[in-house]
């Protein structure tokens, strides 16, 4: 069976050129005569691996020199403690809860502290972006937290909030890598790559050196600490290291592309595509307010359960897979990540349209 257009939310997509290069060399790789995943990560060509895969995100992201860039293992959500553990000095966090991934992030951090919700938008199923230009910001926060691009309700933070000069703190899981970031105007940065970057399990933390210290909350576990990672250049222990190796490759891949900016406008395209549809459509509906629109995730529903059933299933039947939306919301969700071809967005945008003319 040949590939099938993959619209999960993540694990998602990898880039074919990346998947291919993968398997050329997992017989010997670079003739070391063995794969990345049977190699120890104290060797040369796995310090060569882990180092270039830092630059290469680096001269993507533009990242500062002041800023530490972390391989850890415990996925995203590992973060929703590490971060409270390690950043918490006064005890006090601001949190602007726009989806499930920021409301479990805010109930985390009540574990270790005062988190306080600023804003919120649940009132209407986390279907937009709260005005954050004017908010309660604490004036003992240690941080402002933010999810920036809500995977499950498919909205994206267009404007970074005004933190009051407080340390921004952001989940950029989603979004990562999906266009250009001013990475001075955060604090700390997360994403778990499986969205957009490469495999499941590992999480990469961007993080402003000054904040990285040896003052965590009491009882902090050494393997929670950002210094320990730090210190040891994120091989204090075992990384996820063929997860290292294949983000590398999809960096790689990213600037073969173009760049970030060249990914936005592909973005943007790809995007356009989808929701001019849904906003023409006589059956499809999207469900965000179109200013905070993402343009990774995209949320539509046909406003009858059954036949968002039907279509999944004959999305899925016709090579368009995983369309179903998250559990917590119902209809259908097309992640539309960096490795989604245009081609596959063409597709699912023909089939809707078929779908639409037989059932309306
Ligand atoms: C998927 C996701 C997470 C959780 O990631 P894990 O690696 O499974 O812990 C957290 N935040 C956002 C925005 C996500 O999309």
Redesign the pocket.
Known sequence: MGRVYNFS??PAVLPEEVLREAAEEMMDYRGTGMSVMEMSHRTGTFQHIIEEAEKDLRELMGIPENYRVLFLQ?????QFAMIPMNLMKHKVADYIVT?Q?AK?AYQEAQKYGTARKIASSEDKTFSYIPDCQDLDISPDADYVYI?E????YGTKFKELPNTKGKPLVA?I??CFLSEPVDVSKYALLY??V??NIGP??M?IVIIREDLITEEVLPGTPTMLTYKTHADAGSLYNTPNAYCIYICGKVFKWLKSMGGLEEMKKRNEEKAKLLYDFLDNSRLFKGTVVAHDRSLMNVPFVTGDKDLDEKFVKAAADAGLVNLKGHRSVGGMRASIYNAMPKKGVEALVDFMKKFEEENV
């Open positions: 939310a993540g415990g996925g995203a959500s590992q989806g991934w479990k999810c691009n809500n995977t499950i989940d899981s989603s994403g778990g499986q969205k499941a399990g999480v």
